[in-house]
């Protein structure tokens, strides 16, 4: 039984022994920018002689010190584009009746689908104190330009929006056209 063990013991010592410079020599393959450094995690298992050598070396400048983006900028966002939907009017058409109880079901706060167009923004100037007494969020669907951000946000007055593509959205909801106030009762423009 004491045999086995000692056995166990030297596999161990032995393994650690091999795995420790394999680990003292990493080579990056791949930096996303998004990497950080496993030196204060491996530290525990390098000896004192080692942490001592890491330390002496001044560390290269990595790939992931450096913002790959910067600061926020819009311009990442544009174009915003929403295929399957477009401006203008929609009508009477009303969802079926399932995609209502869907939506009486869940969605608490009301929201709606704009552009940057002339019709949703007039769209936007009509309705703004009743989306803002209903709470309403918005999603700003199609805008080409910073300028056009602007614009729609200058008409919102602070109202909340937000800009990406309605088409998962619209789909789900079997609407076309925007722009559209979607509540617990249904649709309306």
């Known amino acids: 039984m004491i045999f086995l063990n000692r056995q166990r013991v030297l596999a161990c010592l032995l393994s650690l022994g091999v795995i420790t410079p394999a680990i003292a020599e990493l080579t990056v393959i791949y930096d996303s920018g998004q990497t950080r450094s496993l030196m204060p995690l491996l530290s525990p298992l390098m000896s004192t002689d080692e ?14 010190s450096q913002p790959l983006l910067g600061p926020a900028d819009i311009r ?34 009301p929201f709606f689908l704009v552009g940057s167009d002339f019709f949703s923004l007039q769209w936007l100037t009509t309705h703004r104190e009743t989306l803002k007494s209903l ?34 959205l619209a789909a789900a909801l079997g609407v076309h056209r925007y722009p559209v106030l979607i509540t617990r009762e249904g649709l309306r423009q």
């Open 76 to 109: 990442n966002l544009l174009p915003i584009r929403s295929p399957g939907l477009q401006a203008g009017d929609m009508g009477d058409r009303q969802p079926n009746a399932q995609i209502i109880a869907r939506l009486a079901q869940g969605s608490p706060r």
């Open 51 to 64: 942490q001592m050598g890491e330390s002496k070396q001044p560390a290269p400048e990595s790939p992931s």
């Open 135 to 168: 709470g309403a969020v918005g999603m700003l669907v199609q805008a080409e330009t910073e300028t056009d951000v602007q614009r729609v946000a200058n008409v919102a007055q602070g109202l909340p929006i937000s800009l990406g593509s309605g088409t998962d």
